[in-house]
């Protein structure tokens, strides 16, 4: 079965994002861009999915995307065509590698791939989830042949050392959790051909990044989990619902190289190719006016996260996949997490009580600076509802930022939409009608 993500009028979304702005782009962009000059130059501070980016690109204006995910900016740098050359504009070296059937030198997965396909052929799955239980992984304390061990340990001293792309690192990980065990393969498979490539010279950076977000889009669909995201697997261990049963059969069948094909037809078909834009990693907390100045920033587009959820925690999957280091796995009296999450997680001040009237107040105060219009994405929970309670209040953060640009600059502008939310004690998706809010300051 496919699952494509989803196209908004110029936008393309390349994986499942909680709290992307597709619904909003029209209002967001008409408030960000106004009176602004053609080529004049926005900051998406928190670029996420990167579909405002792409939005903003379409309409002419200069954009930079910086995100602390890895995965993001790879999204960006694909999705703006960044170092897009002439002489190396189609994705064709790209479709050659999507295609292949199982790789020889995964073999020793074999008897797990086969027992796999069985149980989804027969739409067992119990079956498939035994596959999941029994599959040798490099953190599961389990007796395996010495030919595992050596793979494992491979991929466990790479990710301690910081190497790139070891053999099987996705595989050795996430099999049967987060991914069916042919699906972790296909994975490893396709990163390990874009990288080589890349190394090889036969496509430059502009193709390997579209590549790596069509094999990261790949993994969004593919994904069993609730809410599409990598903050927890389904429990293997616990006998599923009738409910789950049929999401993993679904999940598992999908096919993640027919994925990667489909997305690289989008990210071609959709990358914006005016104008010239550019994308880093960047800490919103270290953004300085200094830099603003420097970039010839008018606009600043702020969307950051409100609640105690770390993105970090939903995608950390994906980060690993596109930095193409393993994941050293955080261990808790000598357990590793159930998410799988690695040790080093960003933990961002705008997801904090305590800390994000600073960091807001610092946003603030370097837009300024800048001489720069601030744009401020905020959504509130509706009255008596149960959602996760907000770092700041949207009357503090009025209050924060009518401190530094005079509260007759400031206005706020309702969006119509219906939003949805993550709710955590159902561990599902709960439709509601959230305000969605835009902080406008201006700089006169
Ligand atoms: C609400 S999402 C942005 C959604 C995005 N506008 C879209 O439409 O997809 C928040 C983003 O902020 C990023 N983020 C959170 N804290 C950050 C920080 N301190 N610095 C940079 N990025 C941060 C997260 O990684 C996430 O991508």
């Given at each position: 079965m496919r699952t494509m993500q989803q196209t908004e009028a110029s936008s393309w979304r390349p994986v499942q994002f909680l709290g992307n702005k597709l619904r909003v782009l029209d209002e967001v962009s008409k408030v960000v861009i106004r009176d602004r000059e053609p080529g004049a130059t926005v900051w998406d501070?928190?670029?996420?999915?990167?579909v405002v980016s792409q939005r903003l690109a379409s309409q002419g204006m200069r954009v930079l995307a910086t995100d602390k995910l890895v995965c993001s900016v790879t999204f960006a740098r694909a999705m703006l065509s960044i170092g897009r050359g002439e002489r190396a504009d189609d994705l064709d070296a790209l479709r050659a590698i999507g295609?292949?059937?199982?790789?020889?030198?995964?073999?020793?997965w074999a008897p797990y791939v086969e027992a796999e396909e069985v149980a989804l052929t027969r739409g067992s799955a119990e079956d498939a989830i035994a596959v999941s239980r029994a599959v040798p992984l490099r953190w599961r304390e389990a007796s395996m042949s010495p030919a595992f061990r050596s793979v494992f340990d491979e991929v466990d001293r790479a990710s301690m050392d910081g190497?790139?792309?070891?053999?099987?690192s996705m595989t050795s990980t996430y099999a049967g959790t987060y991914f069916g065990v042919k699906q972790a393969i296909e994975l490893d498979r396709l990163v390990g051909e874009v990288m080589r490539l890349f190394a090889h010279g036969k496509i430059q950076r502009w193709q390997a990044d579209a590549g790596l977000t069509a094999v990261a889009s790949a993994a969004s669909a593919a994904v069993f989990s609730a809410g599409k995201h990598f903050a927890q697997p389904i429990n293997a261990n616990q006998q599923l619902t009738p409910f789950q049963a049929r999401r993993l059969l679904q999940d598992r069948k999908i096919d993640v190289s027919e994925l990667f094909l489909d997305a690289l037809n989008q990210i071609e078909q959709?990358?914006?190719?005016s104008g010239t834009h550019n994308a880093f990693e960047l800490?919103?907390?270290?953004?300085s006016s200094d830099l603003l100045i420097e970039h010839d920033v008018s606009t600043v587009y702020a969307d950051p996260p409100?609640?105690?959820?770390?993105?970090s925690r939903f995608y950390h999957v994906l980060d690993t996949l596109t930095l193409g280091v393993p994941a050293n796995l955080q261990r808790k009296n000598g357990q590793i997490t159930k998410g799988l999450y690695p040790v080093e997680r960003f933990k961002s001040a705008f997801c904090s009580r305590r800390a994000a009237p600073i960091a807001f107040r610092n946003l603030a105060e370097n837009a300024y600076d800048a001489s720069a219009r601030l744009v401020i994405s905020y959504s509130e929970s509706a009255?008596?509802?149960?959602?996760n309670s907000r770092s700041i209040s949207l009357e503090e953060l009025l209050q924060t930022v009518s401190g530094v640009y005079g509260a007759c600059n400031v206005d706020v502008t309702t969006l119509d939409i219906r939003y949805r939310q993550f709710n955590q004690s159902s561990a599902a998706y709960a439709s509601r009608e959230d305000p969605e809010v835009l902080v406008v300051a201006e700089h006169r």
């Open positions: 501070a928190f670029c996420g999915s990167t295609s292949l059937r199982m790789p020889a030198d995964y073999e020793l190497v790139h792309r070891p053999f099987a959709s990358a914006e190719r800490e919103a907390e270290h953004l409100y609640t105690a959820q770390q993105y009255p008596g509802s149960t959602g």
